[in-house]
Structures are given as structure tokens and as C-alpha cells.
């Protein structure tokens, strides 16, 4: 389990990383110094933060409200 987070967490980081560096030579001129910086500070949160725990999480915490808060009251017309 701890390999496979790791492993999803480094392929995560690294595309984003290769994204970024992707569009900072498409898009030399375009991207501000702030905007790459911005970048480059998303893919090491994606390199840090486990974010298959987390959307686990996010997805139990979802189940646990039984699809309250999506319902809609019915009402006849």
C-alpha cells in the first residue's frame, strides 16, 4: 500500500513537473516569472501531499452523508 502511494505520488509530482516545463518553452514569452513559480509550487505539493489518502477521504466522508446533501426535495407539479 505504502509503495503504491509513494509510486502515484512521484508520477503525479512528475507530470506535473513535466507540464510545467513543457509550456514554459511553449509559451516562453507568454508565462510570467510568478505563473512558472506558481507551477513549479503545484507540482511539489503534488510531490508532498498523498493524494490518494486524501481523496479516500474525501470520497468516505461523501459515503458517510448517504448522498444528503446532492438530493433535491421532490415536489409534484
Do not use: C, H
Not at 509550456?23 to 505563473?35: C, D, N, P, Y
Amino acid at each position: 500500500m505504502i509503495k503504491s502511494i509513494l509510486l502515484v505520488m512521484s508520477l503525479s509530482g512528475t507530470v506535473v513537473l513535466f507540464l510545467q516545463i513543457i509550456t514554459s518553452i511553449i509559451f516562453k514569452k507568454i508565462i510570467s516569472a510568478k505563473a512558472k513559480y506558481f507551477l513549479l509550487k503545484i507540482s511539489i505539493v503534488f510531490y508532498l501531499l498523498p493524494l490518494p489518502l486524501i481523496k479516500n477521504y474525501y470520497i468516505d466522508l461523501f459515503r458517510s452523508l448517504n448522498g444528503n446533501i446532492f438530493s433535491l426535495p421532490q415536489y409534484e407539479i
